[in-house]
């Protein structure tokens, strides 16, 4: 999981562009595609660590994708972006295993902390799991 990259899922190749520029300045790898049933295809190829989807996408939404990942790769921690986002939208895609909702009205700052805080996270990893501890 140390190694994993982040997959970008967003129907809009804008937004996936924008989001591959800030998780690299940040230093992870990114893999990003506009199509739901794509990422799934990509999560079975690739090393991935943290997914971050649109929730409103064409052919299979957010919810659908999150739903999938959960089910078939549980250690996979994904996050759902939206500029629609409501207190029973998060509390439903949260209740379905999502780590934290991110409102596309503050794509940079959510974005950015959510980053920070998967940094955090791996290098707790890194410890708690040193066989020297």
Known sequence: MKSGKILIVDDNSGICELLKIITTKHGYECVTTT??????????????????TDLNMPVMDGQALLCKIKRSFPKVKVFVMSADLNQQIIMDIISIGAEKTIDKLNLFSDVSCVLKNIKKDIISDIVNTDPAR
Not at 35 to 52: D, G, M, P, Q, Y
């Open 35 to 52: 199509s739901s049933i794509e990422a799934i295809e990509i999560l079975e190829k690739e090393n991935i660590l943290v997914v971050i």
